[in-house]
């Protein structure tokens, strides 16, 4: 027989009940992920936030009332928060981007964390090499033989590699100079 939900969450926040969390799960995930989906509007970002949702739903020290409402009404306030906090990011980017006088060449201080999240961006293929030869100072030949590459070819997945990280932060206003990433 199937137990009623508040029964699973007094079983959880009494005795840690890990099937009982599980069940929980179980049965409102999908109620959750919709919810998160429909007002984030990616599936990414959604699932992120559902699994938000049941993480401090694990936090709960009492049972409420209704399960389904708590869920919803908790989904509904961490994706509000999430584009509440993204729409703010953006404005301070945008900001910063009218602060930059556009014939002076961004300092790296100024730009390293946006350099960072644009490596982090590029597929594998770009993104290894790219870390290996400017990060960790890998000679182009050392990281062709690791990758079983020819020397051209870590070449243009750095050169390629360089072009995208630089696109990227064309996106955001951010320009540089003419040497690596």
């Not at 009940?17 to 599980?22: K, P, S």
């Not at 919810?35 to 949702?53: H, K, P, V, Y």
């Not at 290894?128 to 870590?154: K, M, Y």
């Amino acid at each position: 027989m199937e137990q009623p939900d508040a029964v699973l969450l007094e079983r959880w926040v009494e005795r840690r009940d890990a099937e009982a969390m599980a069940e929980i799960v179980a049965r409102h995930s999908r109620m959750v992920y919709s919810t998160c989906r429909r007002i984030l509007g990616s599936g990414a970002e959604a699932a992120d936030a559902t699994q938000e949702c049941f993480l401090r739903l694990a936090t709960v020290r009492r049972a409420g009332p209704s399960l389904p409402g708590l869920l919803h009404t908790t989904a509904t306030r961490l994706s509000l928060n999430h584009l509440r906090a993204e729409s703010r990011r953006r404005e301070r980017e945008r900001r910063y981007v009218e602060t930059l006088d556009p014939a002076q060449e961004a300092r790296w201080d100024d730009v390293q964390t946006y350099v960072d999240e644009a490596i982090e961006g590029l597929d594998e293929t770009l993104r290894g090499p790219i870390v290996r030869h400017f990060l960790e100072g890998e000679t182009h030949e050392t990281i062709a033989r690791d990758l079983g590459l020819s020397r051209a070819g870590v070449s243009y997945r750095i050169d390629r590699g360089i072009r995208e990280v630089r696109e990227r932060l064309r996106r955001k206003g951010i320009a540089g100079s003419s040497r690596g990433p």
